[in-house]
């Protein structure tokens, strides 16, 4: 059991350039999800799915997109990177409501 | 006003001390509580749930009070490897299932 796992861990990227982040679990929950954490800032929600064929926006959704490919996988879309997203990337997902979720390593986006 | 407050740290404890905690959250209406643990570089991972008449699990004393809508983690006999970043996190039920994390609290064991 892999459980939640994330590509690439590292990505370097210029301004403007566009790129889709990975994440896949092997533990058949239903509810998927992409944070972001800054220094200072906690971690913050960007998208979630909460089931397969759905997704919603969270609190920072501005210059994402998300595809919840099936029940196992969930990307996400930079269209034009900007350097304020420049952070550090969680995907996560969850079995019921109310339970804990699982984070994947991480991916560490820079913007130049 | 943050949803989920924490104090930051850091707590620099000697190895074998007792440290707490503390967490306070915004929204009545929550209906989960958890404590996550992060070290330097890595993803959260659970560390234990919060329950309304306290749980214990070995060193660690989790503590959930609604009418004060504040949450509590004791650590007891700190060890080295306890050195990490504690964050309280909330779920504010709604759909979803969605997690609203504090800032966390970072804890620095010394010998």
């Known amino acids: 059991n892999a459980g939640v796992t994330q590509t690439p861990k590292f990505q370097v990227l210029k301004t403007g350039q566009s790129m889709t982040l990975q994440c896949a679990q092997d533990?058949?929950?239903?509810?998927m999800y992409w944070y972001r954490q800054d220094p200072g800032m906690g971690l913050r929600l960007i998208y979630y799915?909460?089931?397969?064929?759905?997704?919603d926006k969270g609190e920072v959704p501005n210059g994402y997109n998300v595809s919840r490919l099936n029940k196992r996988e969930f990307s996400l879309r930079l269209e034009s990177a900007a350097p304020s997203q420049t952070s550090v990337y969680f995907c996560?997902?969850?079995?019921?409501?109310?339970?804990?979720?699982?984070f994947g390593p991480g991916t560490r986006l820079t913007v130049l | 006003r943050k949803e989920v407050e924490q104090d930051p740290g850091p707590f620099n404890v000697p190895e074998g001390a007792t440290v707490a905690f503390n967490c306070t959250y915004s929204?009545?209406?929550?209906?989960?509580f958890f404590w996550y643990r992060q070290d330097c570089r890595k993803e959260p991972k659970l560390l234990m749930s919060?329950?309304?008449s306290g749980n214990e699990d070995g060193r660690f004393t989790a503590q959930l009070n609604r009418a004060s809508q504040y949450i509590s983690l004791l650590i007891r006999d700190s060890k080295l490897s306890d050195s990490a970043t504690y964050l309280c996190?909330?779920?504010?039920?709604?759909?979803?299932?969605?997690?609203?994390f504090g800032t966390g609290t970072q804890l620095k064991v010394e010998l």
């Open positions: 996560a997902s969850n079995s019921a409501p109310y339970n804990e979720q699982f």
């Open positions: 533990m058949n929950h239903n509810s």
């Open positions: 799915s909460a089931s397969e064929g759905t997704t």
């Open positions: 929204n009545s209406a929550s209906q989960s």
């Open positions: 919060v329950y309304s």
């Open positions: 996190v909330v779920n504010e039920g709604g759909g979803g299932n969605k997690l609203t």
